[in-house]
DNA sequence: AACACGACCTGGTAGC
DNA sequence: TGCTACCAGGTCGTGT
């Protein structure tokens, strides 16, 4: 399940062979991949350069030049998604949904088995309302105590619906919230605007602390195929097993129809 | 405006 | 062995 550093890490290791190549050719093998615009949509791509890659929040924005019309690509993996850089030809695999075709006979394939994620092509409008609705990268000086203490106050979403909107704090996804809310103790269910300031700043710490540790992993993994989990989770995934800080029973509750794992007796 | 919720999508697996 | 039911979860559109 990508989020920030699974992304951040797929983008470092993608972008040497994809800037400065040029967009020969496009084929969309699905069309919903590209919803809400039609396959020919993408095809204004073609003949611009790739000059260079951005990650924005958990979207890949790829920057075209000429910036004329079309600006930006933009790619979301959401569930399932993959990106890889291959020979042509060669066998595409299975859940392919998007190819871009390069200069040296090499293409840029986008794979999705589930099909949840989106690529699409970004006109200067795209690109302003998809930057507007993507909050504060937490990986980034921006992200300072007093713009999630202000963000806070002003919800009562439970604490971890809150961390997973992308409009205040952007990247956050299940697994890394989880882990987040164990570290700063804090109740996933509790109003995030009744959490103490105590608490919010043991947060602020807390979500770029697991985010780089995850994104160490994700690299580690690029590097060493084989070897699995981006990071030693203490609560995500672990229904029943020991909170390793207090030694209750892990629990899994359900939050907006998803899985939420937190330890009962010391995160309050 | 803020929030809740179902739909989208398919591979893996638990249970019978 | 073969079948069914359920689970994984990011985002968007719709309704309150």
Redesign the pocket.
């Given at each position: 399940?990508?989020?920030l550093p699974e992304i951040e890490a797929l983008i470092r290791r993608i972008r040497s062979e994809l800037t400065d190549t040029r967009i020969r050719g496009v084929q969309v093998t699905?069309p919903?991949s590209v919803?809400?615009q039609s396959p020919a949509a993408m095809e204004a791509t073609i003949g611009k350069k790739i000059a260079s890659l951005e990650r924005l929040?958990?979207?890949l924005l790829l920057h075209l030049a000429p910036a004329k019309e079309v600006l930006a690509i933009r790619i979301?993996?959401?569930?399932?998604g993959d990106l890889f850089v291959q020979q042509a030809p060669s066998e595409l695999p299975?859940?392919t949904r998007v190819v871009f075709e390069l200069t040296g006979k090499r293409l840029f394939v986008f794979e999705d088995?589930?099909?949840?994620g989106?690529v699409n092509a970004l006109d200067q409008a795209g690109l302003t309302k998809?930057r507007k609705?993507i909050g504060v990268d937490p990986l980034s000086r921006a992200f300072i105590f007093e713009l999630l203490a202000t963000a806070a106050g002003?919800?009562?979403?439970?604490a971890k619906?809150?961390l997973?909107?992308?409009d205040r704090i952007?990247g956050i996804?299940?697994?890394y919230?989880a882990e987040a809310l164990w570290r700063a103790r804090i109740d996933p269910r509790k109003?995030?605007?009744s959490v103490s300031k105590q608490k919010l700043k043991a947060l602020h710490e807390a979500i770029p602390a697991v985010l780089r540790e995850a994104l160490k992993g994700a690299l580690r993994t690029y590097e060493k195929p084989g070897s699995h989990d981006s990071m030693n989770f203490a609560v995500?995934?672990r229904?029943g097993e020991r909170c390793p800080r207090c030694g209750a029973a892990i629990q899994?509750i359900?939050q907006?129809?998803?899985?939420t794992y937190y330890c009962p007796r010391c995160q309050q």
């Open positions: 399940m990508p989020e699905r919903r919803a809400p929040g958990k979207n979301h993996l959401g569930m399932t299975k859940g088995v589930r099909g949840l989106r998809l609705r002003r919800s009562r979403k439970p619906l809150f997973m909107g992308q952007a996804g299940n697994m919230t109003p995030i605007n995500y995934g229904k899994r359900e907006a129809g998803r899985s």
